[in-house]
């Protein structure tokens, strides 16, 4: 996800009680994110070295990784399911918005997300939350992207302990892919109905992130988020075990074992990176 000074106003969908009622206003850009900083948390997976084996990028085709169990990178930790072009149309999971741990020492960062593409690709159909510090502010917040496009940020309230479901779902008809994020706790939901030329659904992914600079590329220093829980995650509506998902490894996480083929965590251990603590654009 990428962060623009360019302001853009899109509409979505809440969902309260039962009833239909139109949402707040999203934004694009730096203004509609916590920040205000040109932060890439959402963007394609920077590769580090397969387990095992000597480094290879994933941008060499969808075959690159596939073979292999765990995989590394450098700012993605999670899982992903990897095959043919066209072979993934949605994903899903639910998580719970963990707590910033913020240390005061500059800005911080983490996402959390599901999404389509991103892998062996360059684009991603995503949705998920963040996960900020501002120096020792904690600051929480969410967003849909279809990358390269810029994020697209909901004004609806996200506070720690918060029970997010967020998905993606390709539809044929339109072809568009139906993005929608719940927050069950703050009863709202938003969704939005969205193409991408060129998207190749070769990949899906449910992810814990450490974001990028949208300017240089350059990973991050990553929020002390403690544990995040991933639950009922599908791909292609069964259970994300059955896809042979690739664990993804980074730098300063844990990521567990797939439990009763569909839920897993991920947690902050720190000092693996050894990233600058100052934010860097």
């Known amino acids: 996800m990428q962060r623009n000074w360019v302001m853009a106003i899109a509409s979505g969908i809440l969902v309260c009680g039962g009833v239909l009622a139109a949402g707040p206003a999203a934004a694009a850009g730096p203004a509609g994110g916590p920040l205000g900083a040109a932060v890439q948390p959402g963007g394609l997976l920077q590769s580090g070295t397969p387990a095992g084996e000597a480094a290879t990028s994933p941008q060499e085709g969808a075959a690159a990784f596939t073979t292999q169990t765990v995989v590394s990178s450098t700012n993605w930790a999670g899982y992903a399911a990897t095959g043919a072009n066209g072979q993934f149309t ?59 496009a810029y994020p697209v940020y909901f004004s609806n309230p996200v506070k720690p302990g918060d029970h997010l479901t967020g998905s993606v779902a390709y539809q044929a008809s339109t072809s568009t892919f139906l993005i929608t ?19 190749v659904m070769n990949s899906a992914e449910v992810i814990a992130e450490a974001p990028s600079s949208g300017s240089t590329g350059s990973v991050l220093p990553l929020t002390n988020f403690g544990t995040v829980n991933f639950s009922g995650a599908t791909v292609n509506s069964a259970s994300l075990c059955q896809s042979s998902p690739v664990e993804i490894v980074m730098p300063e996480v844990n990521v567990s074992s797939i439990s009763g083929c569909n839920s897993f965590t991920v947690s902050y251990t720190g ?3 050894g990233r600058s603590p100052w934010p860097y654009f």
């Not at 998920?128 to 020792?136: K, L, M, P, T, Y």
């Not at 994020?181 to 998207?199: I, V």
Request: with cysteine.
């Open 90 to 148: 949605s994903v899903s999971s639910s998580w719970v918005e963990p707590t910033a741990q913020c240390s005061g020492y500059g800005d911080q960062y983490s996402a959390f997300w599901v999404g389509l593409d991103g892998y062996s690709s360059s684009t991603v159909e995503q949705t998920g939350s963040e996960v900020d510090c501002a120096g020792r502010t904690a600051e929480y917040s969410a967003w849909y992207e279809m990358y390269p």
């Open 181 to 199: 994020l719940t927050d069950s706790t703050q009863k709202w939901t938003q969704t939005a109905n969205q193409a991408l030329p060129g998207a």
């Open 271 to 273: 000092g693996g990176g």
